[in-house]
């Protein structure tokens, strides 16, 4: 189960939970993360997403029409020091970015309104939807390792755009869908 919480601004190994608090995380619900950030969950079966539906009513809904499978190890992924630090540069997508966890586990971090880092935690069956235009970045867990299918709607365009790119029309549309989920509360 996805768990999210407020990060503290530590440099210390970027694979540590680094809660805000340590004493007293501050964790976030689902409906909190999605009202401070945009970002939604799913939660599936890893074990039994090809027969149950739930992903391929999901993909036809948001209009998911390719994917592909990542996996994220030293053994696996091609230069992974330097990848893992390139995951983890803060950026934005003109896309959203979707990923659906098979194995392993990792740390997607976003940017609230207030431009505070939530980091959250996947796992297995956490299929997890990062806006178009919110500032974020990824890393590993201690573990090491995680294996996850990646969705797009159309050919795949993944261009990460390094912050600052508070002008662009991707992170104006993301502000702009923000107000309106705030309104909405």
Not at 12 to 39: M, S
Not at 139 to 160: H, M, Q, S
Request: with cysteine; glycine share 4%; net charge negative.
């Amino acid at each position: 189960m996805v768990k999210a919480w407020y990060m503290d601004d530590s440099t210390e190994d970027q694979r540590l939970e680094h809660y805000a608090n340590p004493d007293k995380p501050e964790f976030i619900n689902l409906e909190e993360l999605y009202k401070k950030t945009g970002v939604e969950h799913f939660i599936l079966d890893a074990k039994k997403y090809k027969e149950d539906g739930k992903l391929d009513k999901i993909r036809k809904e948001r209009g998911y029409s390719y994917e592909d499978e990542l996996t994220c190890s030293k053994e696996c992924l091609p230069d992974y020091e330097n990848k893992l630090k390139h995951f983890f540069t803060e950026h934005l997508h003109t896309d959203e970015e979707i990923r659906f966890v098979l194995e392993g586990s990792g740390y997607f971090d976003v940017r609230d309104q207030d431009d505070k880092w939530i980091r959250i935690f996947v796992t297995p069956g956490d299929l997890i939807v990062i806006p178009a235009g919110i500032y974020h970045r990824f890393t590993l867990d201690t573990n090491n390792f995680i294996k996850a299918k990646r969705y797009f709607v159309g050919e795949p365009v993944w261009l990460p755009y390094n912050r600052p790119a508070d002008n662009m029309s991707c992170r104006q549309a993301y502000l702009e869908n923000m107000k309106k989920i705030q309104n909405n509360i």
